[in-house]
C-alpha cells in the first residue's frame, strides 16, 4: 500500500495561487499514474487532474483547465498540483490518489492520501 501524505493548502484570497505537493512512499513511484481530487462541503468528490508515471499523459477536469497545473518528480516521488488564479469555487479539500489509467480515464486505485483544506476568500 502506498502512503500519500499532501500539503501546502491554506487561505488565500481570489486570483492568488497555491501549490500543493503530495510526497508518496515507495520504490515504484515511477510506474504509477497519480491525480487530485477535491470534495467541497455537502458536494460529491471530484476529478481535478491526472498524470502518467511517465508525465506523458495529463489530464484535467474543465472547471481547472488553463488555470492549474500538475506535474510530478519521480525522484523525489512527489506529485504538485500548481494552481493559479484561485477562485472561491475552488475552495475543498484536496486530496491526493493513485490512480489507473484506461480508455482515457483516470480513476481512482486504491490508496489517498488525508487532504489539505484550500480556502479562496472573495
Known amino acids: 500500500q502506498v502512503q500519500l501524505v499532501e500539503s501546502g493548502g491554506g487561505l488565500v484570497q481570489a486570483g492568488g495561487s497555491l501549490r500543493l505537493s503530495c510526497a508518496a512512499s515507495?520504490?515504484?513511484?515511477?510506474?504509477?499514474?497519480m491525480g487530485w481530487f477535491r470534495q467541497a462541503p455537502g458536494k460529491e468528490r471530484e476529478f481535478v487532474a491526472a498524470?502518467?508515471?511517465?508525465?506523458?499523459?495529463?489530464s484535467y477536469a474543465d472547471s481547472v483547465k488553463g488555470r492549474f497545473t500538475i506535474s510530478r518528480d519521480n525522484v523525489k516521488t512527489t506529485v504538485y498540483l500548481q494552481m493559479n488564479s484561485l477562485k472561491p469555487e475552488d475552495t475543498a479539500v484536496y486530496s491526493c490518489?493513485?490512480?489507473?489509467?484506461?480508455?482515457?480515464?483516470?480513476?481512482?486505485?486504491?490508496?489517498w492520501g488525508q487532504g489539505t483544506q484550500v480556502t479562496v476568500s472573495s
Open positions: 515507495g520504490r515504484t513511484f515511477s510506474t504509477y499514474s
Open positions: 498524470i502518467s508515471g511517465n508525465r506523458l499523459i495529463t
Open positions: 490518489a493513485v490512480v489507473k489509467y484506461y480508455s482515457g480515464i483516470f480513476t481512482p486505485s486504491g490508496s
